[in-house]
């Protein structure tokens, strides 16, 4: 099992940043692939960005590429969403992913095993 805890999210006005993290505990060698998606109230989750454990390798959502970044910390088993140029769409909540599996899509959240809680972001105009 691994567990993934988020943190970071808050209201900030249009044109601000904030960082996400994910600290991931448990059986944290198995981990493939970690992601993020996204929530607003009535629309399904949909991805933001994934990042290989391993290679590093980035993955990104049209709708935000060019603003936000996502980066790893393997000694720390943490990875990161830097989101610049925030715009009042990207109020949603925001959720932390991992899988262990070498197959499936990066980009569907029906790929991902483990989930974290969620964090709230609020972007106001």
């Known amino acids: 099992q691994v567990r993934l805890v988020e943190s970071g999210g808050g209201l900030v006005q249009t044109g601000g940043s904030l960082r996400l993290s994910c600290a991931a505990s448990g059986r944290t060698f198995s981990i493939y692939v970690m992601g993020w998606f996204r929530q607003a109230p009535g629309k399904e989750r949909e991805f933001v960005a994934a990042?290989?454990?391993?290679?590093?390798?980035?993955y990104y959502a049209d709708s935000v590429k060019g603003r936000f970044t996502i980066s790893r910390d393997n000694a720390k088993n943490t990875v990161y969403l830097q989101m610049n140029s925030l715009k009042p769409e990207d109020t949603a909540v925001y959720y932390c992913?991992?899988?262990?599996?070498?197959?499936?899509?990066?980009?569907?959240?029906?790929?991902?095993?483990?989930w974290g809680q969620g964090t709230q972001v609020t972007v106001s105009s």
């Open positions: 992913a991992a899988d262990s599996s070498f197959s499936g899509s990066y980009y569907q959240a029906n790929r991902y095993t483990y």
């Open positions: 990042i290989s454990w391993s290679g590093g390798r980035t």
